[in-house]
DNA sequence: ATATAACTACTCAAGCTTGAGTAGTATGGA
DNA sequence: TCCATACTACTCAAGCTTGAGTAGTTATAT
C-alpha cells in the first residue's frame, strides 16, 4: 500500500465533499511535499480508483466561477470501512512515509488505539533494527560489493533514528498531550 | 529514477552475460531483497527496457539443461555510459535506497571520484536535514493534523541518521579501506 | 513408487506513477 | 492596454510495479 490512498481518502473523509484539486490544494497547505511526493496526476488516479471500487461516489459535477467543471467526491460507508483499515496499518507501518500518513490522520482514533498501534510498530522497527544488526555481524567484512555490512548498517540506523522517534511520540501520548475527538 | 535500472544495469555488466534469472539470483544474494524491494517481474520489465531503449543488446537464446529457454543480454556502449550516468546520480543522491545500490557498485569509479560524490551527498542530506529542523521551528506547535511540527523531526532524524553513516563511509575511504579497480 | 516441495525461467494483467499537456480565468505590472 | 505569469482543474500516454500464474525439472521424503 502507498501512502496516495490514504492520504485520498482521510482527506475526503475529513473535507466531507471534495473535489480532486481541493484534495491537493489541502494535502499542499500540509507541506506533504516536503516527506512524501504527491503529484496531481496520482491523486486523481487514486480519486478515480477509489471511486471505481465503491470507496467513494461523486456527489454531482460543479461548474466552479473561476477555471473549467470539477467533480466533487464523498466517502462511502465502504470507504470508511477501507480509511480505518489503511488508517492501523499505516500506524503499524515501519514504513516512514506511511507511518507519516497515519499519524497525520491519528486524531480519527482514540488515543488508546493509537498508542496500541504505535507500540507495536515501534516493537517491530526495533526487531527489524536489531535483526539488521545481527545480519551485520554475521557477515565477515568482505571488501566486494555489494559491501553487505555497510549497507546493513546504513538501514539499521535509518531504522533505530525512527524507532526514537516512535518512542518519544509514545511518551507524549502517555502524557496526555494531542487531543482526540473520540476519547 | 528508482534503483532497479542501476541493479540491472549493473549486474549485466558485472557478470558480463546474463539472463534475467541469473540477474535476480545474484541480486538476491546480495541480500538485496533486506533494503530495497526487487521483485522478480520488474528485473524481467527493466530488462526489456533496456533492450529497447539500446542500453542492453539480447545476446541469443540459450536453452538451459534444467527448464525453460532463456535471454541473454549484455551491456552496450551506451548501456555503460547510461550504468555511469545511474552510478554517479545514486552515490549523489539523498534517497536510501538509490544511495544504496550505488554504493554497492562503487567499485566501478576511481576512489577520487567516489569520495567526490559522497561527500556532495552528505552535504545536501545535511541540508535537507537543517532545513526540516529550521521549518519545524517554524512551525507553531498546534496541537491538530498533521502534525508538522513532529513529522518534520521524524524525517530530520532520519535524514541525520543517513549522514552520519555518510559521514563514517567518507573517513574510511579517506583512510584508505575498500578497493578500487580503476586505481 | 509417488507426491510434494523447491528450483528454473519467465509472462500477464491490473493497477500505480509521472512528466507533459490542455484549457480557461484571473492578476499584476509596464 | 496588453502581455506574462500564476491559478484552477484535470487528462493522457508511457513507463513502472506487483501478485499471480505457467510450465517444465529436480530433489526429498514417505
Redesign the interface.
Known amino acids: 500500500m502507498s501512502a496516495v490512498r490514504l492520504l485520498v481518502l482521510g482527506m475526503v473523509r475529513?473535507l466531507g465533499r471534495a473535489h480532486g484539486y481541493a484534495v491537493h490544494r489541502e494535502l499542499t497547505s500540509?507541506?506533504?511535499d516536503?516527506?512524501t511526493s504527491v503529484k496531481p496526476a496520482s491523486l486523481y488516479h487514486a480519486l478515480k480508483q477509489l471511486a471505481k471500487e465503491g470507496k467513494l461516489r461523486t456527489a454531482g459535477m460543479e461548474s466552479s466561477p473561476e477555471g473549467p467543471g470539477r467533480t466533487v467526491y464523498e466517502i462511502t460507508a465502504a470507504g470508511d470501512v477501507e480509511f480505518f483499515g489503511y488508517l492501523e496499518g499505516a500506524l503499524r507501518s515501519i514504513d516512514?512515509e506511511e507511518?507519516?500518513a497515519g499519524?497525520?490522520?491519528?486524531?480519527a482514533l482514540p488515543r488508546a488505539r493509537v498508542l496500541a498501534l504505535l507500540r507495536e510498530q515501534l516493537r517491530q522497527t526495533e526487531a527489524v533494527r536489531d535483526d539488521?544488526k545481527t545480519?551485520m555481524s554475521d557477515h565477515p567484512v568482505r571488501?566486494?560489493?555489494?559491501?553487505?555490512q555497510?549497507?546493513?548498517?546504513?538501514?539499521s540506523?535509518?531504522f533505530?533514528?525512527?524507532a526514537?522517534?516512535s518512542r518519544s511520540?509514545i511518551e507524549r501520548l502517555e502524557r496526555g498531550?494531542?487531543?482526540f475527538t473520540r476519547d
Do not use: C, H, V
Open positions: 475529513m500540509w507541506q506533504i516536503t516527506w516512514i507511518l507519516g499519524f497525520a490522520f491519528m486524531q539488521l545480519m571488501d566486494k560489493p555489494p559491501y553487505s555497510d549497507l546493513l548498517g546504513l538501514w540506523r535509518s533505530g533514528a525512527n526514537e522517534w511520540l498531550e494531542y487531543s
